[in-house]
């Protein structure tokens, strides 16, 4: 059964940090690039970051590159999401998906999802 839970949201205020988890069933986690996307309110899903099976290669939105750093575990079946210096339009639900590669940054190209995880950041 494909299975992603995330973890690790809050509400924090501009410029503090957070780090998001998201845990897979083996069969989900292995060989799948991971992404975690986002969703505001009123707003489309967004590309946040995704990263390679094994290599360790990245890739994020322009909006986040310098402040979010997305790694893996891949003993623990575990991606995390680290957001540092963050900012009240950071606000969203963030997701945890697997996917076919990290150059994906199209939702409709990731066939597993977790249920979500609310960022709030206040000003």
């Known amino acids: 059964q494909v299975q992603l839970v995330e973890s690790g949201g809050g509400l924090v205020q501009a410029g503090d940090s957070l780090r998001l988890s998201c845990t897979a069933s083996?069969?989900?986690?292995?060989?799948?690039?991971m992404a975690w996307f986002r969703q505001a309110p009123g707003k489309e899903r967004e590309f946040v970051a995704a990263?390679?099976?094994?290599?360790?290669?990245?890739n994020y939105a322009d909006s986040v590159k310098g402040r979010f750093t997305i790694s893996r575990d891949n003993a623990k079946n575990t991606v995390y999401l680290q957001m540092n210096s963050l900012k009240p339009e950071d606000t969203a639900v963030y997701y945890c998906a697997a996917g076919p590669s990290f150059r994906v940054v199209t939702e409709r190209d990731y066939p597993y999802w977790g249920q979500g995880t609310q960022v709030t950041v206040s000003s």
């Open positions: 083996r069969r989900t986690f292995t060989g799948q690039a």
């Open positions: 990263i390679t099976t094994n290599s360790g290669l990245t």
